[in-house]
């Protein structure tokens, strides 16, 4: 029981990103960028504007401007508070698109040097917790695609383990969906607009990420290059639910795994079993106590 509290505690309280964590944080900037912006891009359209913003309070939370305090106050302050002052300027009567402007480049500033601060070298530079990053991307890209079209959350799969900066893992792809070929209807534009945002975003990824590549997966890299390429078509094009999970989870995410090697997480987490363990190992002694009092 002590064991899986101390990890747990460990993992709570470390001050530096595990490999998910830092892919994590890796995403989330650039999820973040692609709604700042596209508040920026929409500013003549307060529906858009508004559902923008909202989803920049999914990306960048207090608990993330709590982190970046133990290593940076001023990008604490300014992050957040740059987000307030978009906000403000993009809901206001008549937007100032200069003003709008300025706030956004402002943040990608930040945001890059946060990126620094927050995640060390050694992290950064490694492919997979970079990889990880991009699958991050590409579940949220499918997940506001959903949305777009109006289709249940299937979600991708891809949740993401604890491991260490050496090593990664996803989980397993089940119940793949088939290729329909049909279109489908925007239902909500905005959610459209950030799953094409997203999906870009993911491509530029991974063109940065294959300068890095091993030189033995040159047929998985090429697979990736033509899976990014059909991603983007597929929502370009308004293809239904079905053929974008399709792509991602049938080409993208099985070269991807090979690539960098990404390992299948497991189902159980490994806290709460070293508790549970712990606990039964208590309950085990108490019982064996308790016997020899009787004999």
Avoid: C
């Avoid at 504007?49 to 993330?64: C, L, M, P, Q, Y």
């Avoid at 601060?117 to 991009?134: E, F, G, K, M, Y």
């Avoid at 300068?211 to 033509?226: E, F, G, H, R, V």
């Avoid at 159980?268 to 085990?284: D, H, Q, R, T």
């Amino acid at each position: 029981m002590i064991l899986g509290m101390a990890y747990t505690a460990k993992s709570a309280f470390a001050h530096t990103f595990s490999g998910d964590e830092s892919a994590s944080f890796l995403a989330r900037v650039q999820e973040l960028r692609v709604e700042t912006h596209l508040i920026e891009q929409n500013l003549s359209n307060q529906t858009l504007v508004s559902w923008h913003i909202d989803k920049t309070g999914e990306f960048w939370t207090a608990n993330d401007t709590t982190q970046m305090a133990e290593r940076n106050q001023r990008l604490a302050k300014e992050i957040p508070d740059g987000l307030s002052n978009l906000s403000a300027a993009a809901n206001s009567t008549n937007p100032d698109a200069a003003k709008v402007k300025s706030i956004v480049d402002a943040l990608d500033n930040s945001l890059a040097e946060a990126v620094t601060v927050r995640i060390d070298q050694p992290a950064r530079d490694n492919v997979t917790v970079n990889a990880l990053a991009i699958v991050n991307v590409l579940d949220e890209t499918m997940e506001d695609y959903g949305t777009a079209v109006g289709a249940e959350d299937t979600g991708s799969n891809m949740t993401m383990s604890d491991n260490s900066t050496n090593g990664g893992s996803v989980s397993s792809m089940d119940n793949m969906s088939s290729s329909s070929g049909s279109t489908a209807t925007v239902v909500n534009v905005a959610a459209y607009k950030t799953a094409q945002g997203l999906a870009a975003a993911a491509q530029d990824m991974f063109n940065t990420l294959k300068t890095k590549s091993p030189s033995n997966n040159t047929a998985a890299i090429a697979n990736l290059d033509q899976g990014f390429t059909k991603l983007k078509q597929a929502i370009d094009g308004k293809m239904s639910n079905d053929d974008v999970t399709s792509i991602v989870h049938g080409t993208i995410m099985t070269n991807i795994q090979t690539a960098y090697n990404l390992q299948t997480v497991p189902e159980f987490p490994l806290p709460i079993l070293a508790a549970i363990l712990g606990i039964g190992s208590v309950v085990a002694y108490s019982r064996v106590k308790n016997t020899k009092q009787f004999v």
